[in-house]
């Protein structure tokens, strides 16, 4: 008897290895990972379709999606704080932006500093605030760059290079032929070429690839590409801040709601700290009042001229 | 049910029974643990595989949603065409579905019928607040690896990307390292029980060899025969087996030494209970001698008489010293020894020294001795000392003119002597009593109660047996039983020295 049952006995145990490892195997093999709750949020944030929209520009000084990555964190902000639903809409040049809010396609729109100051006189126009940096005030600077590698060490030595620009709109596509060259005795004619670009990250992306000797950007531009070999040659004065600009026939109500949400973050509250710290380098230290007279007195007393 | 009686009798077997078991249940959960391990990291891995790509796919669709969000461009068509390149150029996809921020479906491929996936319903998707990646079978049998990714700018919602991997590759990567990880167990549990079984059967070899050196221990061979030197443990085992069998043959010699001191008390003890018989048949001779010594002295002038009487008395001490002779021929301590022993010439040689204390009793002795009994390889002195003793029992136990018979005769390869007395027989309740050493009926002083415990001793030493049978009242038969040895021309001898 015990001959039999001994054989059986290692059978059963062998089957019972098999049959554990086949059902091991089986769950090994199920992956499936849907059992848990889906995670569930608002599906268009707050409920915002039932109040009244204000479209709010902005030059295209950047890619759609950079833009969007920068400005719509103020939107939301708006939207937040505001009584209205802010969307932004976008241009497809400095100059679109301009007739869009001329046009009354939106009701703000955020301008570049240096087509600000050139407009002409145009009464309808009302600046509502501009940036502030990181010194509290409402200016920056546009700066010529280079390769870490590159030889270049000041303006002066940019005869017969290769200049990279972004939009002829702007002051970082106009302080070298108006100012910077100038102030070195070099003249465009002196540069082998120029070339605009539509976006300012452009600019530094076709210097880093060695198309262009140099370029210009603005400088909040300049530091994001700092560790990626990029390196400053020189800084242009300081001119205001790019403003956000509204019109006169639109409700006033709306730009002073706009103004006043701007306005009243200060970084030196935690709550409002919290706030700019979320949003781009560029409005991350709050914004403040600016008249449209600051623009044409700057590029006219710096001798900045079209 | 008892399995303890279903374990494999054999060391070898148990032991790797033992092993076997324990090595594949470590194996076993080892490679399970690996296994389960190793797909939590692969599914891990390939979960962030998915939304690496697509995260890395939204950039583009994100820009084209711009676009069309801002009138800029009809958005259908890149998407479509994105969507259809992402595809061709990856094999791995099975569905790419993008959903506007109201749950219509903006571009999907067209590898997939309705629904376009499988992780939840529309609602829950345009709920999703962060990436989410799941795995599961389809309802047509694939498995895929789907990644719901909310595309976003801020609080602005762009709509839901969803993109299906498919993942049954994934279950054969878990499939095939299964197996591998089997196998791998397989052969090393295999290869260790078979190093194991080929180690035991060395060990196991080496102790059977030892076991059969103790089966053909030889306790009278000199020198005791040293088995093979070894440096592991089986050596240290044997050496302590020939220590031990050393101490065995020492401790075996000082028996046989305390054995036969014992027999020769025995032998002393049995001249004691001879010696009346004996005193007896040496008074005679000494009476006679007195009486012709008286009548010399009263005539010593008659020398015919004197003649005569010393002639009397000559025989007289030629009879007693024959007596002593015989007792002390009984009573020496000769060297031990085997050799052949014809049973019939022991009896005779007995019946001898027993004749006076016959005489004593008038005892009638029937001798029955068979002719060409085969001899026995015995101590011829041991033997001659239990049928003394046996003897000298039944002269005990028969009255006056009584009657006993000693007869021998070979059965199969036995030879056989019986003592029969028809004396007063053994009590039933006392003759499993009568063979254990100092039990006896006689009174104090008359017996040592070891004789027939030390005649049983004896016999069974030479290969024999010793058994009693009695009738209370009737008669008691004392059977010696000894193999006969093979010693055919030693008896061919002792038969024609008895011839006359």
């Known amino acids: ?306 | 049910m008892n399995l303890s009686g279903l374990a494999p009798q054999g060391l070898r077997a148990r032991i790797l029974l033992t092993v076997g078991l324990t090595a594949t249940a470590i194996m076993m959960v080892m490679s399970w643990s690996m296994l389960y391990s190793w797909r939590e990291s692969l599914v891990s891995q390939e979960k962030s595989n998915a939304r690496a790509v697509s995260r890395a796919f939204s950039v583009a669709i994100i820009d084209a949603l711009i676009f069309a969000d801002q009138d800029l461009y009809q958005s259908e068509g890149f998407l479509g065409n994105y969507v259809d390149l992402f595809m061709a150029q990856n094999s791995r996809l099975r569905a790419i579905t993008i959903l506007d921020p109201e749950g219509s479906v903006v571009a999907r491929s067209w590898s997939r019928t309705d629904p376009p996936w499988v992780t939840g319903s529309l609602e829950e998707l345009l709920h999703i607040d962060r990436p989410l990646t799941t795995i599961t079978r389809t309802p047509e049998g694939p498995w895929v690896l789907e990644t719901v990714l909310p595309m976003r700018t801020g609080e602005r919602r762009w709509g839901v990307l969803v993109l299906a991997v498919e993942a049954d590759s994934i279950r054969g990567q878990i499939r095939r390292n299964f197996i591998l990880l089997a196998s791998f167990s397989v052969v090393v549990t295999s290869g260790m029980l078979l190093l194991l079984w080929l180690m035991l059967g060395r060990l196991l070899r080496s102790l059977r060899a030892l076991v059969r050196a103790m089966d053909t221990v030889d306790f009278t061979a000199r020198p005791i025969p040293a088995l093979p030197y070894r440096r592991d443990e089986i050596g240290t085992l044997y050496k302590h087996f020939h220590d031990m069998q050393q101490r065995v043959e020492h401790s075996r010699d000082e028996l046989m030494k305390a054995q036969h001191q014992v027999w020769h008390a025995e032998r002393l003890a049995a001249i004691g209970r001879l010696a009346s018989g004996l005193a007896h048949e040496i008074n005679n001779p000494l009476n006679g001698i007195r009486n012709c010594i008286y009548a010399i002295r009263a005539d010593l002038d008659n020398r015919r008489q004197t003649v005569e009487y010393l002639d009397m008395m000559d025989e007289g001490l030629t009879h007693a010293s024959g007596v002593i002779e015989k007792l002390l021929g009984f009573a020496r301590k000769q060297q031990a020894g085997m050799g052949p022993v014809n049973i019939n010439e022991s009896v005779e040689a007995v019946q001898r020294l027993v004749a006076f204390n016959l005489e004593r009793k008038k005892i009638t002795l029937e001798m029955d001795l068979e002719s060409g009994l085969p001899l026995v390889s015995a101590d011829r002195q041991l033997i001659q000392e239990v049928i003394m003793n046996l003897m000298l029992n039944a002269v005990d136990a028969v009255q006056e003119n009584g009657f006993i018979r000693v007869a021998t005769f070979s059965r199969v390869d036995q030879v056989v002597l019986e003592i029969m007395d028809r004396g007063h027989g053994i009590p039933p309740q006392q003759i499993d009593q009568i063979f254990d050493p100092f039990f006896t009926t006689k009174k104090a002083g008359e017996g040592t109660g070891l004789g027939l415990s030390i005649s049983l001793g004896i016999v069974q030493a030479h290969g024999g047996n010793l058994v009693v049978t009695s009738e209370p009242g009737v008669e008691t038969t004392f059977t010696i039983s000894l193999p006969a040895a093979d010693f055919e021309d030693d008896r061919q001898i002792g038969d024609e020295e008895k011839k006359p």
Do not use: C
């Not at chain 1, 700290?273 to 781009?280: A, F, G, I, K, Y």
């Open chain 1, 1 to 306: 008897m015990k001959r039999i049952l001994l054989p059986i006995l290692l059978v059963i145990l062998v089957a019972l290895v098999g049959v554990t490892n086949y059902l091991v195997l089986e769950d090994l093999t199920d992956i499936s990972t849907n059992s848990t709750p889906l995670p569930t949020g608002p599906a268009t944030g707050n409920d915002l379709s039932d109040r009244p929209l204000v479209r709010i520009g902005v030059v295209s000084r950047f890619a759609p999606n950079v833009i969007y990555a920068g400005y719509q964190p103020i939107m939301d902000y708006l939207n937040h704080e505001g009584t209205r639903r802010y969307e932004l809409q976008l241009s497809t040049s400095y100059q679109d932006a301009v007739n869009r809010l001329r046009d009354g396609m939106v009701e703000a729109s955020f301008l570049g500093a240096w087509i600000f100051g050139h407009l002409e006189s145009d009464e309808d126009l009302l600046s509502i605030a501009a940036p502030l940096n990181e010194n509290g005030r409402s200016e920056f600077h546009a700066v010529l760059v280079t390769r870490e590698d590159s030889d270049l060490t000041s303006t002066s030595q940019l005869a017969g290079l290769k200049v990279a620009l972004p939009s002829p709109q702007s002051w970082s596509g106009n302080w070298l032929q108006t100012n910077g060259l100038s102030d070195v005795g070099l003249s465009v004619a002196d540069l082998d070429s120029i070339h605009h670009f539509d976006h300012h990250q452009t600019v530094v992306w076709q210097i880093l690839r060695g198309n262009f000797d140099a370029g210009v950007v603005k400088e909040s531009v300049a530091a994001e590409y700092r560790n990626e070999g990029l390196r400053t040659v020189a800084v242009s004065q300081a001119i205001p801040g790019p403003p956000l600009v509204g019109r006169r026939g639109v409700d006033p109500d709306i730009l002073v709601e706009i103004s006043t949400l701007l306005l009243a973050l200060d970084p030196d509250q935690p709550a409002d700290l919290r706030v700019l710290e979320s949003w781009t380098h560029e409005f991350s230290f709050g914004f403040t009042a600016v008249d449209r007279r600051h623009y044409q007195d700057a590029f006219q007393a710096e001798g900045v001229n079209r």
